[in-house]
């Protein structure tokens, strides 16, 4: 008699329950921003930004005649730019409430992502790099812009055993980033 172990073997499975609020968005968005390409080079955008309102502002308070209109729009686009985040969070958060409770599968072949419109599976292939923050675990796309995540948010596990055990089968099968 042959047996097929991996055929027969029970797999670990981890269940979420959640409703996503722009907090948890805003929260991808920043950590994508962190290890992206665009997120780097947004945040140099950012930095950039900052120093030339910034050098205007030291020729204005030295007694020169500083552009007016430079340092007013170098220092509002950098502002915008840092609330981006949270403003595009929101506008997501909108969409996904309509989606109702999301309910997560998690096991060693992937993720499947159930709401009241629809369900949809992702294979680790799909999203072979993962984040973890203290509210939440992220999945990520393998593309140098990461446009693509799977948010699966803490508080949506039963308890702090499946925490860990999310975990372990993330750390099979993904890549921390």
């Known amino acids: 008699m042959v047996m097929d172990m991996g055929r027969d073997a029970e797999q670990e499975t981890v269940e979420l329950t959640y409703q996503p609020t722009a907090a948890d968005f805003a929260q991808v968005l920043r950590e994508r921003r962190r290890f992206s390409r665009a997120g780097r080079r947004f945040n140099w955008v950012i930095g950039a930004?900052?120093?030339?309102?910034?050098v205007e502002a030291v020729v204005w308070l030295a007694g020169g005649k500083p552009d007016m209109f430079l340092m007013m729009w170098s220092g509002l686009t950098a502002v915008v730019f840092l609330f981006l985040p949270r403003l595009q969070a929101r506008t997501v958060q909108r969409v996904a409430a309509r989606n109702g409770v999301f309910r997560a599968v998690v096991t060693d072949a992937g993720v499947?992502?159930?709401?009241?419109?629809?369900?949809s599976t992702i294979y680790w292939s799909g999203q072979p790099r993962y984040r973890e923050s203290a509210q939440l675990f992220t999945l990520y796309s393998d593309d140098k812009n990461a446009t693509c995540f799977t948010l699966l948010p803490k508080r949506g596990l039963s308890g702090p055993a499946d925490a860990d055990?999310?975990?372990?089968i993330l750390d099979r099968h993904l890549t921390r980033v």
């Open 49 to 54: 930004m900052f120093c030339l309102a910034a």
């Open 112 to 119: 499947t992502v159930t709401t009241d419109a629809g369900s």
């Open 165 to 168: 055990r999310l975990r372990a």
